[in-house]
Structure formats: C-alpha cells, structure tokens
C-alpha cells in the first residue's frame, strides 16, 4: 500500500509516505479549541464559510508567517448535534471532545508550503495536541511476492470451506439488523449480489488533481463529498463487499449473512503511469471522515481494508487515524482491518492499534501467505488468495491479498454480533476477538510467527460463544485463562 519514493519537497525529513501539498490536520489541546471555526461538511456545501484565523495568537501567528494565509474547518461533525446547514460544529459530547474529534481541524494552505515542517513548529506550543500532514493512502495494497497459479475451484467455495460457512450459517444465519460499514473505494449499488444488502452510505472523496504526482490522473468523482458511494473504476471495495454480503447467486453468500453494508466511499479512483488497472486514493482526513460517519451511522463492525507503513512515516509524526479509532471503539464498533502485504514484520496503521482485529492471509493450503505482513499485533489470518467475489459492473473477480481476507473476519464478526443479539446479550470489541483468536484452527504445519493464532473457523466461533453464554459463572475467566475467585 505505501509505496516508496523521494520525499516531495513539502513533507518534513524523514517522511517517506507521500502526503497532500496544500493541506493539515490540527488537534487543539483540550479546551483550545474555539466555538467559531465550523464543520467542513458545512463548508464544503455552502452553508458557512472556512475560518481565516484560529485563536488570534500564536497559532494564528505561526501558520500566517509559514504561509501567508489559511482556511481552517472542524474535520468532524458533531454526532448529537442540531443537523441543520450550518450547525455541525455544535453539540460535540464528552466521547468527542476526549478523543480529539471535536478538536481536529483540517487546514488548507497556499502551495508552496512547508507542510511538513510547519507542523513540526506547531505541535512545539501548547495550545496545540498534534499536527499531522494529510497523508495519502493507495489501495489495493501491492503483492509483492510471487503467486501460485489459481487452482480449479471456480465456484469460489474453497475458501469459505476453510473457515467452515456452511456451517457457520447453520448455527446463525445472520440478522439484517447488524450493520456493517466498509470504508474503501465504493460498491456498485445496482449489482445483482449486493441489491438487498446496501444501505444508503456517504462518498467522502474531497481530491484535486493538483494535489497529486504528475503522471496521476484522477477519474470520475472525487471533488466534493455527497450521498453517492458508487464506484465506477476500482473494484477493491466491491470485493470486501461481496465477501461479507452477497447474496449467494453466482459465488458462495457472504459470510456475514443476513447482515447489511453501510458503503462509505473514501477512496478517490485514479490511474498511475504504466498501471492499466484504476486504483483507490484516500486522503487521511477523507478516510477518517468516512470512519466516523460509518460509526454515527449505526455501523456495530467497520471493514478496514487500508492503511499506511509505520516506516514511511516522519520519526515525530502522529500515528494516522488514531483518534477516529479512539472514538469507534468508546462507541461500541467492533473494528477490522487488513495487517499488509509487504511480507514483512511490521505495522501499518490502523491495524496495529491495540483494539483493532488486525487480518493476515493464507493461501489455499492454510499457511500464511508469502505477502502477508506479520507481527505481534496480528490476531489471526483468513483466506487471501484468488479468493471470489464481487467487484464493479455487476461482475466478479477473484481477489488476492489481506484486503480480501479482513472481510472474512468481518463477516464472522457480524454473525457474532447476530448470534450474541438473538441471545439478548450485548457483545463488544475485545469478546469478539478473544473468541476468533481462541477458536482460530491450526496453520496446516508448524508454527507461524506473527501470522497471530491461526485461520479463522466461523463455526467454532459461534459455538464458542453459545458456551459461554450458556455456561455458569467463571466460564468467560477460564476461557481468558485465568481462575475464579475464591
């Protein structure tokens, strides 16, 4: 997904993730920040005007010297607002305020600046808890390793036998009352397979072309935020939704289901030089937009099939999406993401944060995959190769990489969720992950450090979580390993 290049001349030393010319991400401290800079949803639709200045002082005084002029707007709006033109920078609640949402100001400055460097200065003052580049974020994420061939299973159903559907789906079928959303390019609303499994979604893309390399060349819509999630070109989140939500006509159901998708695009569609194949573009603010939007929605599990390498990052640069996965997780939403593909140990964010459920991939014969990004923060890995799904124009493909095996995991998260709400009983982030980490089965040989506890088996996890809802007392201790109290 990062892919390694120069530095452009904006980013601060050390940056080697590439990042937007002419835009910032601000988080004021607690209580700095002021009552009149609006939201950018409002800004963007006409219904209030971008802030020319901050707070009269040295935050004003520091951006004006770098750059001469700014405009200023909240990133987020506020959940319980009044939701009338002009009032989502009101009514923010104590969940974010602490995260930072209520307080993250997105900035756009004049061409020429030292993004990079300017926020370096400003995260030294006090009225200022960090500032971070808008950094850019490509998907689907690169394979860098070598393929097998794609075996004769053309009816798809290889991997779903790998993580036991049918018999998943035996145990529960899943509830169209749990909703989940999947941040990424788009879907194809109109395709036959997912006809009955969309809600209505956000397109968060806000791109313009000269924010961009030369050689980039954006297609179809990507300047303003609207209620149209479609995607035209990519097919990467088509194919996270196919996984979880199909109907089942031409490839195996979806493994989540009765569930429903909230499609949030924030992926841009562009081209790259020599690659014929569009891919996906997403700013971090865009990306953290959609998340939290998804997450106010009623979204209970979110699809992350993004991210950005940890090592393209400045040394003193704030980890990406920190705060909207902060504020997801207060919320209740059980959060998935894809671990990588660079077949490294190492971290790509959001996966590696502590409450997300980071997915590797293993191929076909149930060992990880050679791409599949490893560490400590993998929780278990899913089927990732030529894996069959949905993409744009009413059509399949057969995908490959982490991206594709996250929604597995999703999908048995939302048949947990199901499962746990048909029983009358809550169920939050952390059971879900204990119980697919417990019930993962064995790599097929040896031991696979950083691939986390092995491949996803939807089915026990069900059973699983029947146990302990059935059990006495104690039951949920012993299955942490630990021991009840005398």
Known sequence: MTTRQPAPPWAAPGDRQYSLPTSLLVKLALGEAPEHVPAVRDVVRGAQTAASSIDAGAIDRIIGERTGGFRAARLFDAAGGPHRPGTGHLGYD??????????????????????????????????????????????????????????????????????????????????????????????????????????????????ESA????????????????????????????????????????????????????????????????????????????????????????????????????????PHSPKPHADVIAYALERGCILIAASGNNGRETRYWPAAYPGVIAVGAVADDGLPAAFSTRGDHVALCAPGEHVLTTTIDDGYQYATGTSFAAPFAAGAAALLVARSHRRARPIDAETVRRILMRTAQPFATGEHGGCGAGVLDAAAALTALDHELDGPPGDQARADGGADDD
């Open 94 to 207: 104590s969940v974010e305020q602490t995260t930072g949402i209520a307080r993250t100001l997105i900035l756009r400055v004049p061409s020429g600046t030292r993004v990079g460097l300017l926020c370096e200065t400003l995260a030294q003052i006090p009225q200022v808890e960090s500032a971070s580049p808008n950094y850019l974020t490509v998907t689907p994420f690169r394979t860098l390793a070598p393929l097998a061939p794609r075996t004769e299973d053309d009816d798809g159903w290889a991997a779903r036998r790998m993580v036991r559907q049918t018999e998943a789906h035996a145990v529960e079928p899943g509830d169209d009352g749990v909703v989940v959303g999947i941040v990424d390019s788009g879907v194809s609303r109109r395709h036959a397979e997912l006809a009955h499994s969309l809600r209505a979604g956000f397109d968060t893309v806000r791109l």
């Open 211 to 314: 924010d961009l390399a030369p050689g980039i060349g954006l297609l179809g819509d990507h300047r303003r935020d609207d209620e149209n999630p479609e995607d035209h070109f990519v097919g990467h989140g088509m194919g996270c939704a196919g996984i979880i939500a199909a109907q089942g006509h031409a490839m195996p159901r979806g493994l989540g289901g009765s569930c429903r998708i909230i499609p949030m695009r924030a992926l841009a569609a562009a081209r790259l030089p020599g690659r014929p194949a569009a891919i996906g573009l997403g700013s971090l603010s865009d990306l953290d937009l959609a998340v939290k939007l998804a997450v106010d929605l009623g979204a209970k599990v979110i699809n992350m099939s993004f991210g950005t390498d940890d090592a393209a990052l400045a």
